[in-house]
């Protein structure tokens, strides 16, 4: 056994990031995350210890890595299982069809090429623009050393749609105009004012700390770019 691959789509509180677990009296039950990835890997711990790499792909909605302290649980548990490569993703209410092209690529260039999944995944996301379109996308790489990861958050970045990945709205929340904004890009800077009479509200944009720009997928106008956390 080379590889060992885990796919979990499970529903999480939409508050605490926890998944749940089951019923009691008729109500969903959720847990921490380390609990949970317990009661789901631990039956599976000395396949994991034996097999040179392993995959734990979560199709979960956004709360498990948007809340603080399930995202710290997470980063903890991939750790002490040993997993090689987790990939979580962070739309609130995550839509798993939008992953069908980063799954199919990582099939591709990982388990059949055998690519390492650190040098894989730029050309994975070149290949999901619509899935950039409703999420980012976390990846937790496990360290020589056992008990610590490092952890890349990827998103994707339009000059109009998603400046340096930035929600940037169509409707301005001040006046309700739409279609409202005109731009000005300077020094990698995006500044958005709305066009409305006798309105000045605006956004600015910069690039993230530790962000790099990925070429798979660039287009002029848009591409994805890889954050160091």
Not at 53 to 66: R, T
């Amino acid at each position: 056994m080379e590889r060992v691959v885990f796919g979990i789509s499970n529903p999480t509180d939409n508050s605490s990031g926890d998944p749940y677990v089951g019923y009691e009296r008729k109500t969903y039950v959720a847990t921490p995350v380390h609990d949970f990835l317990a009661i789901i890997l631990g039956p599976w711990q000395g396949l994991i210890n034996k097999a040179p790499e392993s995959f734990l792909w979560l199709f979960s909605c956004g709360a498990l890595v948007n809340n603080p302290a399930s995202f710290a649980n997470l980063h903890v548990s991939v750790a002490h299982h040993g997993i090689s490569a987790a990939i979580a993703f962070n739309a609130v209410r995550f839509q798993p069809s939008f992953s069908a092209h980063l799954l199919l690529a990582f099939c591709e260039l990982v388990l059949i090429q055998r690519v390492s999944v650190q040098q894989a995944f730029p050309d994975m996301l070149g290949q999901s623009y619509k899935l950039g379109r409703h999420s980012d996308v976390f990846l937790f790489l496990k360290k020589h050393d056992l008990n610590s990861v490092d952890i890349f958050r990827y998103c994707w970045t339009h000059s109009h749609l998603r400046p340096w990945g930035n929600f940037l709205p169509l409707q301005c929340p001040d006046c309700g105009l739409v279609d409202a904004w005109t731009s000005v890009n300077h020094k990698k800077e995006y500044s958005f004012e709305c066009k409305g009479e006798n309105c000045r509200k605006g956004f600015v944009f910069s690039p993230p700390a530790n962000s790099r720009m990925l070429i798979p997928g660039k287009t002029r106008i848009s591409s994805w770019i890889e954050i160091r956390l």
